[in-house]
């Protein structure tokens, strides 16, 4: 008994990682294989813009098809990108703006200049590590990697790595809505995190009309929604952070022309800033970011 009671918190923790590694294993394993696979023909599926691309296997038999509606970007501003720069995150703080770019070898996190797009801080990543997502927090940065269950957490005016953190799975994306870390590892669950420890408060299930929506990527919130560009397609899913459901999809198919396109890689990276009332959206290796609004799509 005194063994148990002085270890109790670890063995909760421990029933509980257990648990939610066994819900989303299946999906980890599947996406591991899939991940480095980012030729450009290969994204270029006549129905990647689809929001049923990105629809899995139901989550419970739907009783009622709900309407979801769809919405269309119109351009406000178009701003210059670094090609370079495979986009993995994209987040402002305070008005600053804040990049995580991903691959081996070529990973960094970058301040740059939210007017003219270029790099005004860099600071390079072990070239053991595939960077993912990152948010700003209480002048801080939390940067995820791809398969290796380590985050990095830096000083957000010097660059300067503070620690790591540790979780398991893969990360993908990562935002904040002022009380939860929220991470997505490219599964169909999205990670509520207590932002001190960074340990998991709750898992949310994303569902549209009782389907699963996999592939959830670079996360934002924006007006208390949770906004998730879906891997893979021109499509944001703006979801409900209570229940799950997506309660609209974004179309942001057209932003590049033919060309521009070809030299570039999918939709990735989502930044909303509450000064401006603004949203910034660009891609992997994408020549242009472009702040838009978001209108809901006229019916033919």
């Not at 952070?241 to 974004?250: D, E, L, S």
């Amino acid at each position: 008994m005194e063994f148990l009671r002085a270890h109790a918190a670890k063995i909760a923790i421990g029933i509980v990682t257990l648990f939610v590694v066994l819900i989303v294993g299946e999906q980890l394993i599947v996406n591991r294989s899939n991940r480095m696979d980012t030729s450009v023909s290969d994204n270029r599926s006549t129905d990647a813009s689809s929001p049923n691309a990105a629809l899995s296997e139901p989550a419970t038999t739907p009783i009622a098809q709900e309407v979801i509606s769809t919405y269309v970007v119109e351009v406000l501003r178009t701003i210059p990108h670094d090609t370079q720069a495979f986009t993995q995150g994209l987040a402002f703080d305070n008005g600053d703006l804040y990049e995580s770019t991903g691959q081996y070898g070529s990973s960094s996190l970058r301040k740059l200049d939210p007017q003219t797009g270029k790099v005004l801080k860099k600071v390079a990543v072990d070239a053991a590590y595939f960077a993912e997502g990152m948010v700003v927090v209480g002048g801080k940065a939390y940067q995820l990697t791809w398969q290796s269950g380590i985050g990095f957490i830096y000083d957000i005016k010097t660059f300067q790595q503070l620690r790591t953190f540790s979780y398991f799975g893969e990360g993908w994306g990562l935002t904040y809505d002022g009380e939860n870390m929220i991470m997505s590892d490219g599964t169909s669950s999205l990670r509520f995190l207590d932002p001190d420890s960074l340990l998991i408060r709750r898992m949310l299930p994303v569902t549209a009309n009782g389907i699963l929506v996999k592939n959830l990527n670079e996360l934002e919130v924006v007006k208390g929604e949770i906004w998730a560009n879906v891997w893979q397609t021109d499509t944001i899913a703006r979801i409900n952070p209570k229940t799950g459901k997506v309660i609209g999809w974004i179309d942001c198919a057209g932003l590049l022309t033919p060309e521009e396109r070809s030299g570039a890689d999918v939709l990735n990276g989502i930044a909303y800033d509450a000064k401006r009332d603004i949203v910034l959206i660009t891609g992997k290796n994408w020549s242009k970011m472009f702040e838009v609004r978001v209108k809901l799509k006229e019916k033919m």
